[in-house]
């Protein structure tokens, strides 16, 4: 309980406590079209009725589903955790990506361009193939200027 109500009125990650959603720029768009915001939905709303009338029905600009995804092998870990499979793993919020230093659940890369590229796995005998495939595909058909759009826009959250 005490720990609920601390995470509750956590501070934002530093450059969330802007009022306004991210500026429009050519990487937000990008992060769109090919199919990011699928998984990391830009903006959630907060529950109409919460005992704090401070944090309800309030826009916050996540970039998580909240839901649980397959991402093949590559990802999985073999930790059954509640529901959730040895291959299934939250969309994790990418507020506040910019300020992190170690990426995925087990923070194996530090680089941007890893924890992308590790969301792709071919179906093997255990597992199927990644939810997002399809969207890391589309990732590595753009221009590097594109690719680099991306990965700025992720530093900016
Ligand atoms: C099918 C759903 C899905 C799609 C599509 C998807 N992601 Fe993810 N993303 C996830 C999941 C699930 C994780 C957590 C994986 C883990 O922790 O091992 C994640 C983790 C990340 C992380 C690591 C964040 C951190 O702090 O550890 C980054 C960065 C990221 N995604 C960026 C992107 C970008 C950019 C795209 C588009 C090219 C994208 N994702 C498309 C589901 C998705």
């Known amino acids: 309980m005490e720990f609920q109500i601390l995470m509750r009125f956590h ?13 429009p720029s ?4 990008l992060f769109g079209a090919i199919g990011c915001a699928l998984c990391h939905t830009p903006r959630m709303q907060t529950a109409p009725v919460t005992n704090s009338a401070v944090l309800q ?3 916050v600009d ?9 991402m093949g092998a ?3 870990d073999d930790i059954i955790q509640g529901a959730a499979g040895p291959d299934e793993f939250r969309s994790t919020p990418l507020w506040g990506v910019g300020q992190r230093m170690f990426y995925l659940h087990d923070g194996r890369t530090s680089d941007l361009l890893v924890a992308i590229k590790e ?24 221009s590097a200027t594109d690719k680099q759009a991306i990965l700025d826009f992720l530093r900016s959250l």
């Open 74 to 76: 590559r990802l999985a």
């Open 11 to 23: 501070r934002l990650p530093r450059n969330r406590i802007r009022i306004l959603p991210p500026a």
């Open 62 to 70: 996540l970039f998580s589903d909240l839901m649980v995804h397959h």
């Open 57 to 59: 029905n309030r826009p």
């Open 26 to 29: 050519r990487g937000r768009q």
């Open 119 to 142: 969301h792709f796995s071919n179906p093997n005998d255990t597992y199927p193939a990644s939810e997002a495939n399809a969207v890391v595909q589309a990732f590595n058909r753009l």
